[in-house]
């Protein structure tokens, strides 16, 4: 499905990069594997909760680089002599990569009973947080005198 915001440009000033990358959100193919979760915790904060069962710490990969969030995961060499009967549980490496919004930054990660969750919070800098400005009294004007 391709959705065109070119008919958006004309009305917007300084957000022709915003809808490009709003284009190319749209574009990706999906990924079906490791499935994961997205949620929005509070106001400006995330987590991302991927199913990553029979993976180890030292088997994932978390990294951020210019406002992109990758997530890899690597198994060792598998166990030789092993035989299935039916293997549902895929052991596959992965990579997934997730784009993050302005002033978005990971807070951390923790892997627990196969699922790894990644929380994020948004972290604006004072000088784009909302302020409120006090109205001062007008100082009186003076009039001028007819001399």
Known sequence: MRIDFSSLYPNVVGFERMARELEGLFEQKSVGWPPYNIEKLEQDRYRITLAVAGFERDELLLETEQGNLKIQGKKHSQEQGRTYLHQG??????????????????????????????????EL???LKPRQIGIGQAEPLALPTAE
Not at 111 to 119: A, K, P, T, V
């Open 89 to 122: 549980i895929t052991e596959r490496d992965f990579e997934l990569s997730f784009k993050l919004s302005q002033h978005v930054e990971v807070q951390g990660a923790r892997l627990e009973h196969g699922l790894l969750q990644i929380d994020l919070a948004r």
């Open 125 to 127: 800098p004072e000088h």
